[in-house]
């Protein structure tokens, strides 16, 4: 089954920004479609960008809409996320994961995805 390692995450001052990478540890990952979440202390985990198999659409939560960019390169077997515009309420633990039941649809909900990985720190100082 496919693995998923993140790394990118930090500390940053509001206004900077981060990239964050999910990397695969095979080729599978590229038939799904895959996300973005992220979970901060004290709150649920949300959903915060999609992106189709082929990379042709992509979904955001309306909070990032504009400052984040969700992007994948199947033949690298990475999926990124670039972040702008941070702000401090965007500090949480972000996650990536791949939703094995979709590959041209997208998903906001936690339960459609089945493989995540370990998480990675966001921290946007004020």
């Known amino acids: 089954q496919v693995q998923l390692v993140e790394s990118g995450g930090g500390l940053v001052q509001a206004g900077g920004s981060l990239r964050l990478s999910c990397a695969a540890s095979d080729r599978t990952f590229r038939h799904y479609a895959m996300g973005w979440f992220r979970q901060a202390p004290g709150k649920e985990r949300e959903f915060v960008a999609g992106i189709t198999w082929s990379g042709a659409y992509t979904e955001y939560r309306d909070s990032v809409k504009g400052r984040f960019t969700i992007s994948r390169d199947n033949a690298a077997g990475t999926l990124t996320l670039r972040m702008n515009s941070l702000k401090p309420e965007d500090t949480a633990v972000y996650y990536c994961?791949?939703?094995?039941?979709?590959?041209?649809?997208?998903?906001?909900?936690?339960?459609?995805?089945?493989?995540w990985g370990q998480g990675t720190q966001v921290t946007v100082s004020s």
């Open positions: 994961a791949v939703s094995l039941g979709r590959s041209s649809t997208i998903s906001p909900l936690e339960r459609e995805y089945d493989v």
